[in-house]
DNA sequence: TAATACTCTACTTGTACGGTAGGAATAGTA
DNA sequence: TACTATTCCTACCGTACAAGTAGAGTATTA
């Protein structure tokens, strides 16, 4: 039941690409510093969310990643989904014909009960969310 | 982000044996049969629950397991963190001295919301609940 | 042209899952 | 007492995947 570095990774990194949007683009090996990933690993994570079209990679010199779309406009759950796989806690739950007792199995129903808390949970954050979170308590520690 | 079949076993197994409260001991051999499970995969599972207190068993000739505790007793999430372990997202939201940016963290706070709606369900049902449940399907069931 | 940064593919290593197997211990029964 | 049924314990095994590492290749800019 725990989340693969992969996803929490990622997420972390595609914040990064949230706060400084509308700059330049940002180079991984700043992002690799920052969250003390690996350069090499990140690229790999980083290429996933780039074919999934969440994020845009500019080569070259000076060149570096932006994000595809504007931080509103990405939810948790689409990152999740691309580096973490589709949230499914049982296969029954999205296969009826897995098992034969599909129909009426009380079990089945929790794990997707289990499934859809969780679901409701990334669906109803943006990177947007976390962006303005995220500066807000930046704000309250210096008020301290 | 999928269950272990060691939990899904183990939650219907658990089920099985709450339908058949107070009566005579239920062999791990019908278990099997009836949810189409490896007997000798069974046989480990019953012991982590055995050990942890879940149900008890009754050796030699005719013996077999019966829960230890009321049907009503027995959370999901007892069952859960026996078999698949604490519902962890992150280690990060358990140990603060995990991350040095634990405190500030809006990630941690995404994945503690996750952990925390999962427990939420699995804390809200018991096998007594799961019982009643099933026992619904079949009467209504018979009504069409 | 040199330097920079992404791109693609292959490889490695460790660990956990999902079993299988065999025999020992225990308890009822003939 | 011998036999049978059942749990108990330990060891083993194959596979898949996570989490990286590595290196050569390609595009872009200065």
Redesign the interface.
Known sequence: ???STRT?YG??AA?ELAESAGRRPLQLKTIAQHQEISLKYLEQLMAMLRSAGFVRSVRGSKGGYVLAKLPSQIK?SDVFNCL??P?????CVQNDNYCARSA?C??K???A??QQ??T???ES?TLQD?VD??KD??TS?YQI
């Open positions: 039941m725990k989340l929490r997420v972390r914040l948790l973490e796989g949230v499914i806690t049982a296969e009426d009380v079990v129903q929790v794990w009960q289990v808390a969780v409701n949970v990334l954050i976390l979170k995220a308590k930046k520690n």
